[in-house]
Nanobody, 114 residues
Framework: VQLQASGGGLVQAGGSLQLSCSAS????????MGWYRQAQGNQRELVAT???????NYADSVKGRFTVSRDVAKNTVYLQMNSLKPEDTGVYLC?????????WGLGTQVTVSS
């Protein structure tokens, strides 16, 4: 399974970005897709995930600002990010759980300037 993410960039604080990530290849059963992020010098952390039955999980720091969504038929996950803050800066990595196997994309850079 390959994960291709897009949509990162540079935005001012208070602005918005939308990320997308599509899975391709030999897919068995991707039951959860989502996003993690890693800021420089920090550990990777959960941002938001969504399962096939549309159950979501958000980091407390993004609740009310970010929205995760999925197109299950297209194996694509989106992340709408509003009211961005400088502390949201980092590499955003797409993640997919296909049965017992976890896949990671290469990531897309999000930079929020103050």
């Amino acid at each position: 399974v390959q994960l291709q993410a897009s949509g990162g960039g540079l935005v001012q604080a208070g602005g918005s970005l939308q990320l997308s990530c599509s899975a391709s290849g030999i897919i068995s059963n991707i039951y959860r897709m989502g996003w993690y992020r890693q800021a420089q010098g920090n550990q990777r952390e959960l941002v938001a995930t969504m399962t096939t039955d549309y159950t979501t999980n958000y980091a407390d720091s993004v609740k009310g600002r970010f929205t995760v969504s999925r197109d299950v038929a297209k194996n694509t996950v989106y992340l709408q990010m509003n009211s961005l803050k400088p502390e949201d800066t980092g590499v955003y990595l797409c993640n997919a759980a296909d049965g017992p196997i976890i896949y990671w994309g290469l990531g897309t850079q999000v930079t929020v300037s103050s």
